[in-house]
């Protein structure tokens, strides 16, 4: 293709007596053009496919931990179910459980994708202390079959925080799960998992959560999604907790840590109080 851009000059009574003309090949320019359109296009579509695949394996992360209790507690029944003769009270509360944990992955899967499309919050007022103490009992199994001690320190005047409670239950979930599986290979020392919260300020709750465990080597890539230290983690733990303090505008970070293991903290705005 050419294009040709041109000036024609005249007398002072207005004839024409030259023209000048230049012609240019764009045709390179076309072809640069396209070529950037179609890259534009595969990015966008790279893009895309990049985002449902983040948002599948944030899915499959987080619904591990209900389906999983679903299971247990399955067998469980059958147990009771088999005895001679059936404990049929027991086999109910199981079957009861089996119906709250099948919700429970259903509400997961729900907030999940909402926290992906930036959907509302369902936000209240709620105690980080009381949610603490929720998830810890959900995982006492867990903590004393891998010979981990917990300790708290929970003050009673820590301020409610407005807050989504299903979220802030798996951030705290994930969070200590991570801190358990970082002590997986201590031998040489005590195996504690400590959670701390304080008021900060006037208008914030913070919550420490550390371990005793091996540590980070890179802290400032450990809440991008897909990387992790795990040998068969997705890498999708963290980033999933940090989308979750964002959406609530408070701040996840990893803070210095005196002796081995690491320290996490994250605050949350405190809940305002109104009068009708």
């Given at each position: 293709m050419?294009?040709?851009?041109g000036?024609?000059?005249?007398?002072?009574?207005g004839?024409?007596?030259?023209?000048?003309?230049?012609?240019v090949?764009?045709?390179?320019?076309?072809h640069?053009?396209?070529?950037?359109?179609?890259?534009?296009?595969q990015?966008?579509?790279?893009?895309?496919?990049?985002?449902?695949?983040?948002?599948?394996?944030?899915?499959a992360?987080?619904?591990?931990?209900?389906?999983?209790?679903?299971?247990?507690?399955?067998?469980?029944?059958?147990?009771?179910?088999?005895?001679?003769?059936?404990?049929?009270?027991m086999?109910?509360?199981?079957?009861?459980?089996?119906?709250?944990?099948?919700?429970?992955?259903g509400?997961?899967?729900?907030?999940?994708?909402?926290l992906?499309?930036?959907a509302a919050l369902?936000?209240?007022?709620i105690?980080?202390?009381?949610?603490?103490?929720?998830?810890?009992?959900?995982l006492?199994?867990e903590t004393?079959?891998?010979?981990?001690?917990?300790?708290?320190?929970?003050?009673?005047?820590?301020?409610?925080?407005?807050?989504?409670?299903?979220?802030?239950?798996?951030?705290l979930?994930?969070?200590?799960?991570?801190?358990?599986?970082?002590?997986?290979?201590?031998?040489?020392?005590?195996?504690?998992?400590?959670?701390?919260?304080?008021?900060d300020g006037?208008?914030?709750?913070?919550?420490?959560?550390?371990?005793?465990?091996?540590?980070?080597?890179?802290?400032?890539?450990?809440?991008?999604?897909f990387?992790?230290?795990?040998?068969?983690?997705m890498?999708?733990?963290?980033?999933?907790?940090?989308?979750?303090?964002?959406?609530?505008?408070?701040?996840?970070?990893?803070?210095?840590?005196?002796?081995?293991?690491?320290?996490?903290?994250?605050?949350?705005?405190?809940?305002?109080?109104?009068?009708?």
């Amino acid at each position: 293709m050419v294009y040709v851009p041109g000036l024609l000059r005249r007398t002072s009574d207005g004839q024409p007596t030259q023209w000048y003309g230049l012609l240019v090949d764009i045709e390179d320019r076309r072809h640069a053009e396209e070529a950037l359109r179609r890259t534009e296009t595969q990015l966008a579509r790279a893009a895309q496919t990049a985002t449902i695949g983040e948002l599948a394996a944030a899915i499959a992360h987080e619904v591990n931990q209900p389906l999983s209790a679903v299971v247990a507690t399955a067998h469980a029944c059958l147990r009771w179910l088999s005895a001679e003769p059936p404990n049929l009270e027991m086999a109910r509360q199981a079957a009861e459980r089996i119906v709250r944990d099948g919700k429970d992955a259903g509400e997961v899967v729900r907030r999940v994708r909402a926290l992906f499309r930036r959907a509302a919050l369902e936000r209240s007022p709620i105690h980080v202390n009381e949610i603490t103490d929720e998830v810890l009992h959900l995982l006492e199994r867990e903590t004393s079959r891998r010979q981990v001690a917990v300790t708290r320190d929970l003050p009673v005047g820590v301020p409610a925080v407005f807050a989504d409670r299903v979220q802030i239950q798996q951030l705290l979930f994930n969070l200590f799960v991570n801190a358990i599986d970082a002590m997986e290979s201590v031998l040489d020392r005590p195996r504690v998992l400590h959670i701390a919260s304080r008021q900060d300020g006037s208008d914030g709750v913070v919550v420490e959560i550390r371990d005793t465990g091996v540590g980070l080597t890179d802290p400032d890539r450990a809440f991008e999604p897909f990387f992790s230290t795990k040998t068969n983690g997705m890498g999708m733990g963290l980033a999933i907790c940090r989308s979750i303090i964002e959406a609530h505008h408070g701040r996840l970070w990893v803070a210095p840590t005196v002796g081995p293991g690491s320290t996490f903290c994250f605050t949350l705005p405190v809940a305002v109080a109104t009068t009708p």
